[in-house]
């Protein structure tokens, strides 16, 4: 009997083992698969969006964004406007060669008609100097709000036939005669003058198309065209493009500085010892800047 008894009792406890033994497991289960789970959300943390080039250049400035108003109110970052003035000073200072207008005063209107070529106009139809329709225009339009609602403005297909009327326009009515008797190199004169013969009717055209031209030295472009030795303004300018030791002569060769250029690679590109390059351009080191012009002939 007494054997009888505790074997009930060996079984019994067998049984209660093998019962807490499932509960156990399944924990155990459960663990690994809540492990599994944060491993999985640990791997998706690590894919972030991607920032492009484009936005990180918009946010690298220090300085505080501007507003531009002139045919629409565009903000606009020193970055985006020195992208602007190196995308377009070729065309400007050609135009003024060919047709006798400041590069520094089309490169400034540019800057304030187009809000940088991020305004409406300057999306939309490509034009960079807000002109109007007016009487004879044969080309495209768009209806845009200025002085009064929905006025008719040219159209373009590129923004350079925008720089190329601009400079016709000037040069083809007799009310902006007066402004080619003024010195190529007086862009306050220019500035003062345009609004005089009515380009526009903000009273405060000049002050602006001077102060985009003095705070990025856009005089330099016309000291270029004109072979003049160019001092620049101690104004903190973020464009440099010239060394001011160098007078521009349109006889000399010259080279662009592009990104990853070096004062050596300039040099074995057009046979020259770097001493020399350095010497035709008055280096005393090496270091040189995107948009630099060398002497190389």
């Not at 016309?222 to 160019?230: E, I, P, Q």
Request: proline share 2%; with cysteine; aromatic share 8%.
């Amino acid at each position: 009997m007494f054997k009888k008894i505790l074997l009930v009792l060996v079984v019994i406890t067998l049984v209660s083992c093998n019962a807490t033994k499932t509960p156990i497991k399944t924990s155990k289960s459960t663990t690994s698969t809540t492990k599994k789970a944060t491993v999985k959300s640990k791997s998706t943390k690590v894919y972030k969006p991607v920032v492009s080039a484009k936005s990180n250049t918009a946010t690298r400035s220090n300085t505080s964004n501007e507003v531009i108003e002139s045919t629409s109110r565009t903000i606009v970052s020193n970055d985006v406007i020195g992208d602007y003035i190196l995308r377009f000073r070729n065309i400007a200072m050609s135009n003024m060669k060919v047709y006798g207008i400041p590069a520094s005063i089309i490169l400034a209107q540019g800057i304030l008609e187009s809000g940088a070529g991020r305004g409406d106009l300057a999306q939309t139809a490509n034009n960079h100097f807000g002109i109007k329709c007016h009487a004879g225009w044969t080309g495209d339009s768009v209806k845009h709000d200025d002085d009064a609602s929905q006025e008719c403005f040219r159209k373009y297909t590129a923004a350079e036939e925008s720089f190329k009327d601009h400079a016709t326009f000037l040069t083809g009515r007799s009310r902006y005669s007066g402004l080619f008797t003024l010195d190529k190199d007086d862009y306050k004169a220019w500035a003062k003058g345009l609004r005089k013969a009515g380009y526009a009717t903000d009273p405060r055209y000049p002050d602006k198309l001077i102060s985009y031209i003095e705070r990025y030295d856009l005089g330099q472009y016309d000291a270029m065209v004109l072979g003049n030795k160019y001092i620049p303004l101690d104004n903190n300018s973020i464009i440099r493009t010239t060394n001011t030791a160098i007078v521009y002569n349109p006889n000399n060769t010259y080279h662009e500085v592009q990104k990853g250029d070096t004062l050596y690679s300039i040099s074995k590109k057009y046979n020259l010892l770097l001493a020399d390059l350095k010497l035709k351009n008055n280096l005393s080191e090496n270091i040189i800047s995107i948009g630099q012009r060398l002497i190389v002939n």
